[in-house]
């Protein structure tokens, strides 16, 4: 064999490249990590991250933008990226970032530009996410890969930085390596390089040097160990520093052609072969079709965008630096601007599932009046007063007070505290509502219960009947008696231990609406209350998490420890605010919903989730309180 190449082995090269992408495009299907209605598994999530290199990469290369095969890849992956569980995943998974930022760079560098996924990743950048891991040079070179194609805003390291770091930056020894070495010597280039797409970094000429030295023995020694796909990583490489071609690389190439399935498949290592095999076996035959696409789709991706690198090369054509955007700056938003931009967004969520609820004549209280809460909660984290948002709230009002007057309405779903909430804020109003404010209503046999009850139980319709003044204030829990039951709680505590304390913190600051007696020895309670929230957010649960923030914030003035928290509570729930307005990313949880078929995912899952973080992110920010005085 010589070099460089005749005219027909360019031809091979073209047949081999048009074969690998109908065989990627046959295959399609099995990238999508959702194909089916299967829930999202990660390894199905990895496909789909280098598919979305795949496309970059072709397209850039070939510049073949009306290709069908890619176009479809392209509705592919920007189905993929819009799924709820894909989405959810983004904010809940901060260890898999660079998937989403994978397949959000590399669609936006094809002209598919999803400017709310742009958002969303630029939030959870500023948000901390990428310091939360440790990694190696090559991993965070790939997340800076993406962070430059993305166009986002981070101090994190550059790539020349990170190549400084690898282990191309020392002197290397094939003999002591093992294959994570191996590997991480492809990833620095194939990141530092776009996979051939920029021309904006170079190597150094000693390293350069030191590949050139370094490659060709490299390439055998895979070669023997039929690592196929490191075979076309390395070639992927060689294309991109731009080594001469040499016997031992003309001689990878020939066996990659070779090696390629007449349906254009290229296979995955011999010891991975046998691994497919045996788990294709375990299961009795039914992951056999699986089995056979994840043996041989990455040898076939890689070896692709390997033979585009070469054709590119064959043809003469040099890349040109891309057209860049400048990155867009994230500008620090002010405190006010943050909860301002986030009460906008929940109060126009909230006013479109009124509509649909009022439209479809839903007659059940508990729902109307989460809807009128929430609201009402949006408006003051927003800084409005009850004025601002009556007409929001009275459209929700007077179809309630509608629906009882013809007895259409169900109360059984809503609680006791949400009914006397509700009255008191319709009343504020001039929203009658029969069954809530006639003689004998309900508030009126509220009162009457209350008046000769101490039940604990019942500390939350109490502290709304004090602040409206239809009870006398109770005797209010001491100090000493938290610190008392606090004291008996261990760091490991378990819900019920927790649950006690909470009562009683509750019941000493009349759920926020009493300033609390703890001295500055006691801030240790809103700390550790303070690591509770943080391990129940962690769990995603939106109803403990955001209820101990509330008392948190009722344990005031805190320690610098316990405003730390307290803020990293706050920033957690406004990360979670959705690009419509809701807050929770709940797509697993929708789906075992839908499943059961128990119901509306937004109703019965992203309502009470939005109503409990509009509630705490309101009384943290705020003077407001749920249970305090309605004032206008």
Same mark, same amino acid.
């Given at each position: 064999?010589?070099?460089?190449?005749?005219?027909?082995?360019?031809?091979?090269?073209?047949?081999?490249?048009?074969?690998?992408?109908?065989?990627?495009?046959?295959?399609?299907?099995?990238?999508?990590?959702?194909?089916?209605?299967?829930?999202?598994?990660?390894?199905?999530?990895?496909?789909?991250?280098?598919?979305?290199?795949?496309?970059?990469?072709?397209?850039?290369?070939?510049?073949?933008?009306?290709?069908?095969?890619?176009?479809?890849?392209?509705?592919?992956?920007?189905?993929?990226?819009?799924?709820?569980?894909?989405?959810?995943?983004?904010?809940?998974?901060?260890?898999?970032?660079?998937?989403?930022?994978?397949?959000?760079? @590399?669609?936006?560098?094809?002209?598919?530009?999803?400017?709310?996924?742009?958002?969303?990743?630029?939030?959870?950048?500023?948000?901390?996410?990428?310091?939360?891991?440790?990694?190696?040079? @090559?991993?965070?070179?790939?997340?800076?890969?993406?962070?430059?194609?993305?166009?986002?805003?981070?101090?994190?390291?550059?790539?020349?930085?990170?190549?400084?770091?690898?282990?191309?930056?020392?002197?290397l020894d094939p003999l002591l390596m093992?294959?994570?070495?191996?590997?991480?010597?492809?990833?620095?280039?194939?990141?530092?390089?776009?996979?051939?797409?920029?021309?904006?970094?170079?190597?150094?000429?000693?390293?350069?040097?030191?590949?050139?030295?370094?490659?060709?023995?490299?390439?055998?020694?895979?070669?023997?160990?039929?690592?196929?796909?490191?075979?076309?990583?390395?070639?992927?490489?060689w294309e991109c520093v731009g080594l001469?071609?040499?016997?031992?690389?003309?001689?990878?190439?020939?066996?990659?052609?070779?090696?390629?399935?007449?349906?254009?498949?290229?296979?995955?290592?011999?010891?991975?072969?046998?691994?497919?095999?045996?788990?294709?076996?375990?299961?009795?035959?039914?992951?056999?079709?699986?089995?056979?696409?994840?043996?041989?789709?990455?040898?076939?991706?890689?070896?692709?965008?390997?033979?585009?690198?070469?054709?590119?090369?064959?043809?003469?054509?040099?890349?040109?630096?891309?057209?860049?955007?400048?990155?867009?700056?994230?500008?620090?938003?002010?405190?006010?601007?943050?909860?301002?931009?986030?009460?906008?967004?929940?109060?126009?969520?909230?006013?479109?599932?009124?509509?649909?609820?009022?439209?479809?004549?839903?007659?059940?209280?508990?729902?109307?009046?989460?809807?009128?809460?929430?609201?009402?909660?949006?408006?003051?984290?927003?800084?409005?007063?009850?004025?601002?948002?009556?007409?929001?709230?009275?459209?929700?009002?007077?179809?309630?007070?509608?629906?009882?007057?013809?007895?259409?309405?169900?109360? !059984?779903?809503?609680?006791?505290?949400?009914?006397?909430?509700?009255?008191?804020?319709?009343?504020?109003?001039?929203?009658?509502?029969?069954?809530?404010?006639?003689?004998?209503?309900?508030?009126?046999?509220?009162?009457?219960?209350?008046?000769?009850?101490?039940?604990?139980?019942?500390?939350?319709?109490?502290?709304?009947?004090?602040?409206?003044?239809?009870?006398?204030?109770?005797?209010?829990?001491?100090?000493?008696?938290?610190?008392?039951?606090?004291?008996?709680?261990?760091?490991?505590?378990?819900?019920?231990?927790?649950?006690?304390?909470?009562?009683?913190?509750?019941?000493? !600051?009349?759920?926020?609406?009493?300033?609390?007696e703890l001295g500055p020895a006691e801030?240790?309670?809103?700390?550790?209350?303070?690591?509770?929230?943080?391990?129940?957010?962690?769990?995603?649960?939106?109803?403990?998490?955001?209820?101990?923030?509330?008392?948190?914030?009722?344990?005031?003035?805190?320690?610098?420890?316990?405003?730390?928290?307290?803020?990293?509570?706050?920033?957690?729930?406004?990360? @979670?605010?959705?690009?419509?307005?809701?807050?929770?990313?709940?797509?697993?949880?929708?789906?075992?919903?839908?499943?059961?078929?128990?119901?509306?995912?937004?109703?019965?899952?992203?309502?009470?989730?939005?109503? @409990?973080?509009?509630?705490?992110?309101?009384?943290?920010?705020?003077?407001?309180?749920?249970?305090?005085?309605?004032?206008?």
């Open positions: 064999m010589r070099y460089p190449p005749s005219g027909s082995a360019a031809e091979a090269l073209n047949a081999f490249i048009e074969k690998g992408m109908d065989w990627m495009d046959a295959h399609l299907e099995e990238f999508d990590p959702f194909a089916a209605g299967r829930p999202f598994e990660i390894r199905l999530g990895q496909r789909v991250g280098e598919l979305a290199i795949l496309l970059h990469a072709y397209l850039r290369l070939t510049r073949r933008e009306s290709d069908r095969r890619a176009l479809r890849m392209a509705d592919l992956l920007e189905r993929v990226q819009r799924h709820p569980e894909f989405v959810a995943r983004l904010v809940r998974s901060p260890l898999e970032f660079i998937l989403f930022a994978e397949v959000y760079a @590399n669609l936006r560098a094809v002209g598919r530009e999803d400017p709310e996924m742009h958002a969303l990743i630029q939030r959870v950048v500023d948000a901390g996410f990428l310091e939360q891991t440790e990694r190696f040079p @090559n991993r965070m070179m790939d997340i800076r890969a993406c962070l430059d194609l993305g166009g986002f805003e981070s101090d994190y390291p550059s790539l020349p930085e990170l190549y400084e770091r690898s282990i191309l930056a020392g002197r093992s294959q994570e070495d191996l590997y991480a010597i492809t990833h620095v280039l194939m990141f530092l390089y776009g996979f051939g797409t920029r021309c904006d970094h170079s190597l150094p000429d000693s390293s350069r040097a030191a590949l050139e030295r370094l490659f060709p023995g490299l390439l055998v020694l895979v070669a023997q160990e039929r690592h196929w796909d490191l075979m076309a990583e390395l070639l992927i490489c001469q071609a040499t016997e031992i690389s003309e001689r990878a190439w020939a066996e990659l052609e070779q090696l390629q399935d007449s349906d254009g498949a290229i296979p995955g290592p011999e010891w991975a072969a046998r691994l497919h095999a045996e788990l294709g076996e375990a299961s009795g035959g039914a992951g056999e079709e699986d089995s056979y696409f994840a043996h041989h789709y990455h040898t076939t991706l890689v070896s692709l965008i390997a033979a585009c690198l070469r054709r590119r090369r064959l043809e003469g054509h040099r890349l040109r630096p891309p057209r860049r955007e400048a990155a867009a700056r994230a500008e620090r938003r002010s405190s006010f601007e943050r909860r301002s931009d986030a009460a906008r967004a929940a109060r126009a969520w909230l006013g479109r599932l009124a509509d649909d609820v009022l439209s479809a004549g839903d007659a059940q209280a508990g729902l109307l009046s989460q809807l009128l809460l929430g609201q009402w909660a949006a408006a003051a984290l927003g800084g409005d007063g009850l004025e601002e948002v009556a007409p929001e709230l009275r459209r929700v009002g007077y179809r309630l007070a509608e629906l009882d007057r013809f007895d259409a309405l169900t109360w !059984t779903d809503a609680t006791a505290t949400q009914s006397l909430l509700v009255a008191g804020l319709l009343e504020r109003l001039g929203i009658a509502v029969q069954y809530l404010h006639a003689p004998h209503g309900f508030v009126d046999r509220a009162v009457e219960a209350l008046e000769v009850t101490d039940d604990a139980a019942l500390n939350e319709p109490r502290v709304v009947l004090q602040s409206a003044g239809r009870i006398r204030e109770s005797q209010r829990l001491g100090a000493d008696e938290v610190v008392a039951e606090a004291e008996r709680l261990t760091l490991s505590a378990d819900r019920e231990a927790v649950e006690t304390v909470l009562d009683r913190v509750e019941a000493h !600051t009349a759920l926020g609406t009493r300033p609390s801030t240790w309670i809103a700390e550790l209350l303070a690591g509770v929230a943080m391990f129940s957010l962690r769990r995603y649960d939106f109803v403990r998490g955001p209820r101990l923030i509330r008392t948190v914030r009722a344990l005031e003035p805190l320690s610098p420890a316990g405003l730390d928290l307290l803020g990293q509570c706050s920033s957690f729930l406004y990360l @979670n605010q959705r690009p419509d307005g809701a807050f929770g990313f709940l797509a697993p949880e929708a789906r075992a919903l839908q499943a059961a078929g128990r119901g509306d995912a937004d109703r019965a899952l992203a309502l009470p989730a939005t109503v @409990n973080c509009l509630w705490a992110l309101a009384e943290v920010e705020t003077a407001w309180r749920l249970f305090g005085r309605i004032d206008a």
